[in-house]
């Protein structure tokens, strides 16, 4: 299996404090790694830096075989990697096929087109139905998400970058605020009809993480403190007692 | 639309034929600040860009075409392609300077380049007249054809109105226009899935500045006149006034907003030397009782009756 | 040589006065701006009000140094009148809205003045005390001025122990980050808002007084006014102390210097040595520490 995103010792400070100290780690083409921690371990951090919306002070990202570092946001989703927020960021006056859509014009390469619209505007659609379909959202289709309940907004919030057919997707909390039958449902549509989307997936809940994911990797005070199947970290003593068995309690 | 393009037609016409020539160059007036205030809406409806210096582009795009015509003659054609091009050229350099800031920083920078603006023309007289402003241009005419008559005047005003008005209908549902929606409501996410918003927003500063640069290249042929007031960032000001009491997002309700603001300026300083105080107590009551304009309004009591 | 010194040393001089009048006037815009979110574009208008309402005052032969607070307290008044209606229903609404509703109030505060105090220059009759001239390097420099520099650097430094030392002010940072725990500690926001806006109205009069000296008074003097103090609130990097201060500084001594050395585009190269600033730092020159998605 070839590696899609690798980073090589990661650090950002805020200030005096050291938010990611040394991160570093591989993902492979369409693996699905899952990252947990408790709050302020710099999740949200490293999704920051991955993505561009951040600045590393040191260390290496590579995506796909080539450097990534200075890039903006914009340039590294056009090379495929994606991201969605930890709250669900999505344009709440607009229907639930135009918040898809205007994901799938910009990876069409239509996003600022004019002449010719409504070819454009009617391959986006098309799209997007079919993203809502496979979700079982097709009837709200033509729904302001102003309208739908949060949990099918976080599901949009979800869709809409898939409509990028991106090679590695950063999923921050997809699942918060969901209910356990529509968080499998999403992990499994994002693993089966999308397999070739490698996915770097944060989530509070364990057992979403440990279900859906072939690697998991632990974070605490800005270090990856282990990373491995989900079987061998669930049998790690340092990560019980750091994370696990916190949670447990 | 459909229904209504033939009345308005008729309407137009009726008016042509009938209304004396002072009412027919108000009218035409009323259409070109309408399309200024259109082209507004772009940036601020669609875009969320509020803009403090729109009348630069507008009223820069006229002091171009009246400092050409000056050398070259009034033909309609080069009118039109020279404020088109002065608007745009403006609002390249605009959008370059502050489309990379936004809400405040946006509004203070907008204001300063339309400043910037307003000196040039107030200071360099010997091309613009400083405070004196352009006077005597040669009539406007298409093809040898004259076309200074107000009567002419109105009928390219409203032909140019409804162009305009199909145009930016046009780019508010094209992608381009969309994602403009999108980096208002939304500008993080908009970069998380490869949107430039420097990119959508120039593109709509373009089209906006070319919008306001046409309308502006007939403006000295109404008014017989252009002077520094136009491109000051108190008319850019008026220029907002106006889509506000409008209906800001709505594209049509500039035409409503720029009618109330010069029939209030028109009529009622003809009695009163307190007609600014009447636009700011209209304006102030729009945003105390009908935040989204007149159009909102309108359009309310047409759902009601439809019901 | 020393002709060149002196000079330069005047205009530094009437740079800092035109910057400690901008301090006063932006501080005034920029609490309410940085404390309460609020946009208010009313502020040249309190400024204009000081203004008339110190001319009348030095007119009527009454002590001359009660202009200045009877300049504050009339400010004040109409802050604390436009806050109960309609300002406190915008303090939760898009920047978009208030900017519309205090333009909107603007114009006609601008005009109502225009009705009551009439459309000349006027210029007030300072007292013997501030009037005449000091010589600097053999060239002369209005008391006046000198005065202004005292002033506000006087009321800066007031304002900024308010604001910034004292339990009032903590409480008032307090209630704009945190409104709901302040309210459980038994505050009310709402009179805390009140004074902020009362307080910033009556900075913006107390500078129209001031700076009648300087400016004078006359109807769009208003707006005047209040492009400056958001140039110079925005230039300092909305909000924080001292930006503010640096804001005043680097607006102050643009204007000023371009007008030595470009007279007749002064405002234009003023204009674009500002914009290139805000282009090199798009937050201004003062920025709050770094905030997370």
Known sequence: ?249 | MRRVLPAAAALTAAIAFAADDFLLRFLAEILLLGVAVMSLDLLIGLGGLISLGHAALFGGAAYAVAIVARQAGGDLLLMLGTGITAGTALAALMGVVVLRSGHLFLLILTLLTGQMVWEVAFHWREVTGGADGLRGLPALSLVGWNLADARALFLIAALLAVAAFSIARSFAASPAGRALVGTREQPVRMSALGYSLFAVRFRAMLVAGAMAGAAGALLPFVNLYIGPQAVHWTQSAALVIMLVIGGIGSLWGGFIGAAVYLGIQTYLSAWTDRWQLCVGLVFVLTVLLLPNGIASGLRMIRQRAAA | ?293
């Open chain 1, 1 to 249: 299996m070839s590696t899609v995103l690798e980073l090589r010792g990661i650090r950002r400070r805020f200030g005096a404090l050291a938010v990611l100290d040394d991160v570093g780690f591989d993902v492979g083409e369409g693996e699905a790694v899952g990252l947990i921690g408790p709050n302020g371990a710099g999740k949200t951090t490293l999704f920051n830096v991955i993505t561009g919306f951040l600045r590393q002070d040191a260390g290496s990202i590579r995506f796909a075989g080539e450097a990534m570092d200075g890039l903006s946001p914009a340039r590294r989703v056009a090379r495929g990697l994606v991201r969605t927020f930890q709250t669900a960021t999505v344009f709440p006056g607009l229907t639930a096929r135009e918040n898809i859509a205007m994901a799938a014009r910009q990876h069409a390469g239509d996003g600022l087109r004019w002449f010719a619209a409504a070819r454009a505007n009617a391959a986006a659609a098309e799209t997007a139905d079919r993203l809502l379909e496979e979700a079982g959202l097709l009837h709200r289709a033509a729904t302001p998400l102003y309208n739908l309940s949060h949990g099918e907004r976080r599901i949009v919030d979800t869709l809409m970058p898939l409509a990028l057919s991106p090679r590695l997707l950063l999923l921050d909390e997809p699942t918060a605020g969901l209910t356990r039958a529509e968080s499998d449902r999403l992990l499994g549509i994002l693993r089966r009809n999308h397999a070739a989307t490698a996915l770097l997936l944060v989530a509070h809940d364990i057992d979403i993480v440990f279900g859906h994911c072939d690697r998991v990797l632990v974070m605490e005070l800005g270090r990856v403190i282990r990373i491995g199947t989900p079987a061998e970290v669930r049998e790690d003593a340092e990560v019980r007692r750091a994370y696990l068995g916190v949670a447990a309690s």
């Open chain 3, 1 to 293: 040589m020393p002709d060149f010194l002196g000079y330069g040393a005047i205009q530094t001089l009437n740079a800092l006065s035109f910057s400690a009048l901008l301090l006063l006037n932006g501080l005034g815009l920029s609490v309410v701006l940085s404390l309460m979110n609020f946009v208010n574009l009313t502020h040249g208008s309190f400024y204009l009000l000081g203004s008339y309402v110190a001319i009348f005052w030095l007119g009527t032969g009454a002590p001359w140094w009660l202009a200045f607070p009877a300049a504050f307290l009339s400010a004040g008044l109409a802050g604390a009148l436009l806050e109960r209606f309609p300002f406190r229903q915008f303090y939760a609404r898009p920047h978009l809205m208030q900017v519309l509703l205090t333009y909107g109030l603007s114009l006609i505060f601008a005009d109502l003045m225009r009705w009551g105090f009439g459309a000349q220059i006027l210029t007030p009759d300072l007292p013997g005390l501030l009037q005449g001239v000091v010589f600097v390097f053999d060239m002369p420099f209005p008391i006046f001025r000198l005065f202004l520099i005292g002033a506000g650097a006087v009321l800066g430094l007031a304002l900024w122990l308010l604001l910034d030392r004292t339990l009032w002010g903590a409480v008032l940072r307090a209630a704009v980050s945190d409104r709901g725990i302040v309210e459980t500690l038994g505050i009310d926001t709402r009179r805390v808002f009140m004074l902020v806006l009362v307080l910033s109205a009556g900075l913006g009069g107390l500078s129209g007084a001031l700076g009648a000296g300087m400016l004078a008074a006359y109807p769009g003097l208003d707006e005047e006014v209040l492009l400056l103090a958001l140039v110079t609130v925005v230039v300092g990097g909305l909000g924080s102390f001292g930006g503010t201060v640096a804001g005043a500084l680097v607006v102050g001594f643009a204007l000023t210097f371009s007008k030595v050395w470009f007279p007749e585009f002064a405002n234009f190269t003023a204009f674009a040595a500002l914009m290139l600033l805000l282009m090199l730092r798009p937050s201004g020159l003062v920025t709050p520490p770094l905030r997370r998605l």
